[in-house]
C-alpha cells in the first residue's frame, strides 16, 4: 500500500461560473448598455455627431470593432471621420448577392437636390473657417430662387415647395434647429461624407448650365 497516494488531496478543477451581465430578464446580448446605444442611434439615422450625442460620440469609437460586426451581419457598413466627428452606417457593396436593403430611403425633387448642394457649400465654406454650418430659412428659400423657373411655377409655389423640402432636411436632420431660433438650423456634418469635393463640383456644373439655359430663354412673346 502506497500511503503518499493515499494521503494526496483531491483537487477538482477550477469551472469559472457565468457572470450575469444581462440588461434585462432574458438579455443574451453582448455589448455593453452605451454600445448597445450608440448602435441603435446609428440604425435609427441619420449619424451620430459628436457635438449633439456626446455620450454616444466616446461610446462609438470605444467599442467601434463590436459595432462594426454587428452592422456586417446587417449588411451594413460603418463610416465615420474623426475630424469632422460624425459617424453613419450605409449599404454594403455585395456586388451580385442578393441581400436585403435595411436603410430607408426617400426619393429626391429637384429642390431637394439643389437645396442639398447648396447646404453641401455652407458646409464647405463654415469648416473653411473652422466653424460649425448655420443658415437661416429665409436665406435658403432666396439662394433658391435662381432656380425657379427651373420648376415653372409662381413665386409663392415655389416658396412653398422650398420650405417643403427644407422640411424633409430637418425630418432627415440634415437641418438640425438651433435652440432659442424658430428659423436658424445648423447643417450636418454627415453631408461632408455623403457628398465629396467631386460630386459637389459635378453637380453645380449641372445646375449651373441649367439656370444659364432658362436665363437664355426667349419669352413666349418674343419680348
Known amino acids: 500500500m502506497n500511503l503518499l497516494e493515499d494521503e494526496l488531496p483531491v483537487i477538482e478543477p477550477l469551472v ?15 455589448l455593453p448598455y452605451d454600445a448597445r446605444r450608440a448602435l441603435c442611434q446609428l440604425l435609427a439615422g441619420p449619424s451620430i455627431d459628436a457635438g449633439r450625442h456626446s455620450q454616444l ?21 460603418l463610416v465615420i471621420d474623426r475630424e469632422a ?21 426617400s426619393p429626391l425633387t429637384f429642390i431637394d437636390s439643389v437645396l442639398l448642394l447648396h447646404l453641401r457649400q455652407q458646409l464647405a465654406e463654415a469648416e473653411a473657417h473652422g466653424h460649425r454650418a448655420v443658415v437661416e430659412e429665409a436665406a435658403l428659400i432666396d439662394a433658391l430662387s435662381v ?25 432627415n436632420h440634415v437641418l438640425d434647429k438651433l435652440r432659442g431660433s424658430d428659423e436658424r438650423y445648423e447643417v450636418s456634418p454627415a453631408l461632408k461624407l455623403l457628398f465629396s469635393a467631386e460630386d459637389v463640383q459635378a453637380l453645380a456644373k449641372v445646375y449651373r448650365e441649367l439656370r444659364e439655359a432658362d436665363e437664355e430663354e426667349v419669352p413666349a412673346d418674343g419680348q
Open 147 to 171: 432656380y425657379e423657373k427651373s420648376v415653372s411655377t409662381d413665386r409663392a409655389g415655389f416658396a412653398k415647395r422650398v420650405a417643403s423640402s427644407i422640411g424633409k432636411m430637418k425630418d
Open 57 to 77: 460620440w466616446p461610446a462609438l469609437l470605444r467599442h467601434e470593432t463590436a459595432l462594426r460586426s454587428r452592422l456586417c451581419d446587417l449588411f451594413l457598413e
Open 16 to 30: 469559472e461560473k457565468p457572470q450575469n451581465t444581462g440588461l434585462f430578464d432574458g438579455d443574451c446580448g453582448s
Open 85 to 105: 466627428g460624425v459617424a453613419f452606417t450605409r449599404q454594403v457593396d455585395t456586388g451580385e448577392l442578393e441581400t436585403p436593403v435595411l436603410l430607408r430611403s
